[in-house]
């Protein structure tokens, strides 16, 4: 049976990613050994970090004064890291709020002393649409967007006009549509949703937001770019398969293209749901994420019945999440039209058969 895993992270990763790692375990270019078993100071990989970091620079036009940074602890460690090293001059920060990780984002900055004013929030939408936000005075030392919002499935495709330093949550988004780099002073990605496994995460800064004031070794965005990720050793094997992504990514033809596919995949589960009797999609359609879509029946018996069933057929892991209930499709890079075909019939067939039987 093909099992088509709609999981919102960890992820589907690419068959050729998968193939080429299975190729490369036993033995990484001959060396005798497989990459988790080479030391990230040899030659080998040296050129898998380089690769991996040219390989995104070129994918997402980085200019050449951002440093790209590989770093662990996720994208949630970052939303303490951030407010370290970039809000050094007001210490404070606008959020955009847009759900829970927004909001996690803004936490995270309290908890270390950084002041965190909400400046636009959808909350009394249930944020199933985006708030409007622009300003035109710089009082913060940035402004905080999740480009993507996993849980509750909206994205930003425009952004808001700001006099300040944008910085952009791209976990769930990164590679997945276009975006300019400079329109940020930094982003970041957890890479086990678009980018490769869980134990890397991607921070890309510009080169003047950093090096304000000494830090903690780890979290100090400056000293870890100086030492090109390499302050201690670095998830070796993680950055590896993030490289072998980005190859991937690069064959399909780069981000345009990829942003092309997922809009087709997209649309043909929006349109689906939304001539649907059973199922929903509640959020505004300008505002719809390509990568994460929830959808409800309304009935939470029906949901799982219907999750159960999917399961059964190799549709797995449409659960929704806790939050919102209900059922999500993530259509992440990796995930193929064929596995939304599969699942758009999947439901189709369901609805069919529950209406004949009321
Ligand atoms: C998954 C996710 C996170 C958390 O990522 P970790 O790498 O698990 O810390 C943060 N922000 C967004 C938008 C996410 O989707």
Redesign the pocket.
Known sequence: MTVYNFS??PAMLPKPVLAQIKEDIPSFQNSGMSVMEISHRSDLFDNVIADAKNDLRELMNIPDNYKILFLQ?????QFTALPMNLATQYNHIGLIDTGH?ST?AGEEAEKIGTEVTTVATSKNNDYHQLPEYTDDDNRYDYIHL?T???IEGTAFSKLPKTKNVLVG?M??NFLAQQYNVEDFGAIYA?A??NLGI?GL?VVIVREDLIGKKPLPSMLDYQLLANKNSMLNTPPVFAIYAAGLTLKWLKDIGGIAEMEKINRQKSNQLYQFLDQSKMFNNLIKPADRSLTNIPFVTGNKELDQELIAQASDRGLVNIKGHRLVGGMRASLYNAMPMEGVVALTDFLEEFEAKHLEEN
């Open positions: 919102a992270g602890g996720g994208a949630t460690l990780w996690r999740t993507n919002n996993t949550d976990s769930s957890g086990q949703k869980a995460t």
